[in-house]
């Protein structure tokens, strides 16, 4: 056993990360899906969605052939609407919703419609909206992701100058560097985020840290506003014997890795152990077996009933190969000469629900040991707690407290997104964005 790259020949990777949801191949095969939709009265699709879209309008569009004013009414509601077309998880969102599925039908493709219209208008660099005169107005934005690209675009139709700091080299946040490849890839976030800033007004500069390159004294001094919407990013630890041995990562790095390199310079081993069961857990687990890693084990310390990732992406991990253990918790990596050699775990049994309100896991006194040679820790994401607590901004063990949603206890400061949820859905951070936007605007008499 060993962890080392390219296990695998170039058409081979080019297979494995290749699109998991092909478009529709033809305009008639869109057509004829577009035409099931029954354009409810009172649509469930699009009360499900955190933004909003207006989901029977824009097919509607697409039936009549007017793809412009489909792309209009998705990105006037959720300007990452491309993006959301390819990750967001539709099976418990619209697609979920769908009056098809009381029906037992198959729902109405939603996604790969919203999908055919954007990328449409993105191809085509359709100008779809207009900035207004400037305002004279500037605001801030820390990170340039979902939140902070929704909010910028939000300010910037309004006639408001904006200004993106982002510590990376370059925008998106978590669809650009924490999402598989075989779902969106780094060329496409590329051309989203070019796409989002063509309406003008919106200046990112890249590498830029807060906190190591500004402060927020200086945003404050410069800016009439400012938004943080850094995310989060440090991945939670296990806190258990052997975590620093040779061959245990991070999924965040990990996936990370993935996304700014050439497939074949990522180095997999060939037993892997996955802990956790949330979408990067996935990410992490289905992306190792693509790079070629002959074991994948996904571990979780409940039961499928309490997982936090999806049914549909828990079948890709399934039909990608991948191994699942329910009830069994890390407990001990044990290793020879530096190097991870097996992960002992807990076998656990469900107890009383907990905060969550999900059953918790209790151990049972029993063990497992699987022999591995990589364990990627899938555990969850930490916000950045240090970073609010030195700028003084009120947070929840490193989440930021924000009234009307976005407003932090700084003057002229807001936040949203992640940094202030803990960690959504990207169309979540979208909208999360449009709300700050607003608070914004309100706060600086626009409008
Ligand atoms: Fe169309 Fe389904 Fe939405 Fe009804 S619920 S409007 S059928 S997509």
Known sequence: MSIKNNHLTAPEYELNFSDIHPPFETQDAALIEANRCLFCYDPPCMKSCPTSINVPKFIKQIATDNLKGSAHTIFSSNIMGAGCSKVCPVEKLCEGA????????????IAKLQRYATEKAMDNKWQLFERKPSTGKRVAIVGAGPAGLSCAHTLSREGVDVTIYEKESKGGGLMTYGIAAYKVTPEFCEDEVNYITSIGGIDIKYNQELGKNITVEELQRNYDAVYMAFGVGLARQLEIPGEHLDGVIDAINFIYELRTNDYSSIAVGDKVAVIGMGMTAIDAATQAKRLGAKDVTLLYRRTQEEMPCTEHELNIAKLDGCNIIWLASPKEVLGVGGKVTQLVCNTMKLGEPDASGRRSPVATGETITLDVDMIIKAAGQMPFETLVNSNKIENSKGKIDVKDKSLT????????????????????????????????????SIN
């Open 98 to 109: 769908c009056v098809y599925n009381f029906m037992h039908e198959t729902p109405i493709h």
């Open 409 to 444: 206890n700084l003057e002229g400061i807001f936040a949203g997104g992640d940094c202030v949820n803990g960690g959504r859905e990207v169309v979540d951070a979208v909208q999360a964005g449009k709300d700050g936007a607003k608070s914004i605007m309100d706060f600086l």
